[in-house]
């Protein structure tokens, strides 16, 4: 923590500075320069805010130096977190996966259809909404437990992992059953009390970042689940907010190499939500490889055009396929390989 | 629904627009200029998206015409809403109401000091966090059901009505006996589960702007509450996420009128979250009742120094005091009085 | 300067990072804590950049402690800049100053009149376009030298004094003899050569925040004005770029109390821009008043919807004869007056 | 252009939008629906605003149908512009070529060794900044007509073509002998003037996008320079302000694709102002290639922690000759070629 006083600060607002970072359990050292005096606290307080220092009198400005997340930083792990399955399927490592399905489940013949195409093509996960709380109290809102049973099912017979979102802590425990791992969406990227429960499962977690959520806050969420006991994490850019609206949300390629150097935990990357537009998932897919994600996550429909939900950002299974090969080729130019 | 063509679409890319307008339940009126063919959708289909027709083949823009909200406009209700409380309070009406305490409940003495003070000042309701999941997993999190019970006991004592944050489902019947407006914060704005049961409940609902979320999208969500047959929401502009950092977010003072047209819905505004810093909340609050809001909810704390949480943003009550007389002068150039 | 190590920094990259520092003409104060080291550098080098450390090995973080603007800081003139005009008029002080007439110059009668009705409303300047490039090259591009000589003749006629915008360096001498304030706009704010040439000019300038401009840049950018030894310098908020859509820009109200904290500089308001809606002006226009600034510019058009340029956004001569009142009664809640 | 009126709009509401759009020179078709009455203006006005519709009485919403850019659309040029220069080497072809060299030009020695380095790792254009005007008034402001004629003679010994940034009208004349691609920088992307004046010019000019230009605008400020009749504009993408501070700008792969569908111009990358890191520029650089970009621009530097300017975001030659071959795989993937 730095706080640089104000050049015309008195010695008694900077008392007041001293004594509040010492309270707050922090070593003080003083810097007396010319223009203005640098108070730096050393030490490692559980929490604390900068804005309480900023508004105090005699302040210009103040600095948080250490990071707010501690468990989720890569000096906690600094090799990189590696997440294995039971079938041999790691994610973390040399490999780049692939989940591929669609938006939602909306039958059983529209799910075992869609895991068939996609483990064709090269996926090792089937994804697929069960539960579907949607932007408008009219649409389509999910098949719910019949969904999960249906994904078990497909996944079972056509060798792929499962993954769905998870919205309220009273479905924890309905899904546990029937996925491997836990999507977190992005509208509860800061749902705290639902992180805090997923700390206590012992399944791989998939955590997407907020539309309007800096890195930083997604580490510091990604800190609640880790805090709780489980470090299965993985995180995953989806686009954020900006000014610009041809595409649905602002697909943020750096986010990738940042998280990578700033954490140990895996970075997956959405192009589906990242665009919003079926045509530039192949493009944003194919850079999130080439910046070195650990994996992809793509809605794949077998009728795009009559999908109940996110039909205008899913891939057709022909473009899925068509899209793969050439992934393979740029994950060697990173080092990297897919299945 | 409009549908442009490209100059060079087909007739088979046009049929298949009219096809799918169809079938979705509009009637359709197509236009075929010099250089391009036009396609209105006339009719009130519940649900649809206008991304699905921007990625079909042919297509060069397509644009909404009616609002994705029904309840929620303006039209619905043209003279506009206004939420009346049993001690004769209304908001929506002629009058300003002030809403005002501490961010958290942190013990019987701080809500009993903060109630005195703000009644004194001229508030009609308080307020305080019950339940407070935060952004760090190492930070105060609340004094839950005995904070609710310390702020009816405060409310009752000192003749106000009260509000306070809920969060989850399962707290709405914790919360029921003990407030008289449900607070659904900036990160809930699209938690759609929660915005169903509050549809249920028969107290007024004041629903938060997501940082990341537009005009649109908030009258969006607060359909979802109507459309369940509560009809007493108020909305709350607190502040976007944009590229400024000197405060903790921009408050969007132009979404007070914006709503006020679009909707019949009361609008308050949050300096305090708005801002994020004590020294910005009184030229705020100032801004906002001239810009027409319906009421103001503010962080008022004995003490904002020692406070728990949000500290930074909370005026001390001689702040409060002398902000509340200049806001009656502002409310006289808008037509609006302030108790 | 302030400068974290991170934790596995070694004692070769905490040198690398004395010795830039020292290179540049800092004093160094190195803390080294438990788990980390911290650098402080004490002292004001003309300039460098922060992120040059910020990519150095072993570097967690950099901060600027010191403003990277003098002039323009608050402490260079703590009382406050005001600007005096033949005329008395003084902007910076008690009063609120009121500027408005049209986007463009069209015509003599369209500027005459202009004139007229803002006069008689209370305005002290009238504004007016002269050299008008548009985002589109297929629009209006402004009456050039004409609309200067008609702008002064009305100014002069109905004792205004008169500001109009000035967008290259080429237009600063022809435009001297005929404008009492230079106008530069949010595009220019960062056009560096021509605020080193108005650096040199003896006229006030008021200069735009950009769309994409923190606060920050806007006082670099005034700063520039300053080092050449133009001191008469104001500042305008005009919205910036968000995501929201419904309103042109997104007006930064909160910007007015911000710079009056961090600068000297007199801060002005421009509702038109910040809005881009005609209906929105004067609900803005009040809330900057309500916030403290110390004058306004307003778009007002003796027939709005036969504007050549910005009609959207201009007031009619009534709509602007209704607000004015109204300012009057807030700027008595802070203290100030409207002519 | 569509404007649907609102639910309750009146018949002489409805008779004023008509007269306007036939004014504007539109044909307009009229569709009256059970709820609301919606007009179709139908034709190619040379200029309107849809704004000016907004603010009409009785108006609900206003939308543009065609694109306000016409030479710069894709329907222009189906096939593409290909930019050819006097050595063979074509931009907008299967080729994806490559710029690089310091940011500024400091030195005949630095100069000199740039080129060298970049020819050696496969670069076929040299850059380098002459003119540097810096947020800061206390930065290095570059070395001028000197630095021109240095890279010229760079250029030539290592058979490297040149890029340089024009920042004014009066700079065109002076740098016409010595570049091969005006480059115009983000904040000059709307200086309109300087683009018209470029329009006569009879060599390329390289467009970067501003950081707050929506995709739209970037087209619109081509469409000047087309206008002149210089149709030899290569567009670029360089980072657009996001609320995310961790890399200066974020960068916008998917603009790449979409530049690509909406217009024939050829799309060149900046990773090094996309992110403003050295460390990030590889993985964004790759990134590019991946989405198709038909060229990148990168700042290199014989020795990046001594630059004058922008050191942080420059790799070394080493950096960049371990780069260039990983771009030549990715380029394979999609069906592109790197010398």
């Known amino acids: 923590m730095i706080v640089a006083m104000e050049q015309k600060a008195t010695e008694e607002q900077i008392d007041n500075v001293i004594e ?103 996926a090792q996960f089937l994804r697929g909404g069960a539960f579907k709380p949607r932007s408008s109290p009219y649409s389509f809102q999910g098949m719910g437990l019949e969904a999960l049973k249906l994904l078990r099912e497909a996944g079972d017979k056509f060798g792929l992992l499962i993954t769905s979102e998870v919205m ?37 977690i998939l955590l997407k970042r907020g539309i309007a959520a800096t890195i930083e806050e997604l580490l510091l969420s990604a800190e609640y689940i880790l805090a709780g006991g489980n470090y299965e994490v993985m995180l995953c850019e989806r686009g954020i907010r900006t000014f610009e609206t041809y595409t649905r949300n602002t697909m943020d390629i750096s986010a990738i190499p940042v998280v990578q150097k700033l954490s140990h935990l895996p970075m997956i990357a959405d192009p589906s939500h990242g665009t919003g537009r079926r045509d530039k998932v192949a493009p944003m897919a194919r850079a999130s490889v080439a910046a070195g994600c650990d994996g992809l996550i793509i809605e794949v429909h077998p009728n795009p055009d009559k999908a109940m939900s996110d039909g205008a950002q899913s891939l057709s299974p022909e473009q899925f396929a068509k899209l793969v090969p050439e992934l393979r080729i740029i994950a060697t130019a990173v080092g990297r390989t897919i299945a």
Chains 1, 2, 3, 4 share one sequence.
Do not use: W
Not at 71 to 81: H, K, Q, S
Not at 84 to 99: L, P
Not at 169 to 195: C, E, K, T
């Open 20 to 122: 509040k970072l010492v309270d707050l359990g922090f070593n003080v050292h003083r810097t007396t320069g010319v223009v203005q005096t640098i108070l730096a606290g050393v030490g490692t307080p559980s929490s604390f805010e900068v804005a309480d220092f900023e508004v105090m009198s005699g302040v210009e400005k103040a600095h948080r130096i250490s990071s707010p997340y501690k468990l989720a930083g890569r000096d906690f792990r600094p090799e990189g977190t590696v997440i294995h399955f039971a079938n041999g399927v790691t994610i973390g490592g040399k490999e780049v996966v692939m989940m591929a399905g669609p938006c939602s489940v909306e039958s059983r013949e529209q799910i075992f259809k869609s895991a068939e195409l996609v483990k064709a093509a090269g």
């Open 168 to 204: 309220e802590i009273s479905q924890i425990d309905v899904m546990l059953p029937y996925i491997d791992v836990f999507q977190v969406g992005a509208r509860n990227m800061q749902n705290f009390n639902l992180l805090r429960e997923l700390g206590q499962v012992r399944k791989p």
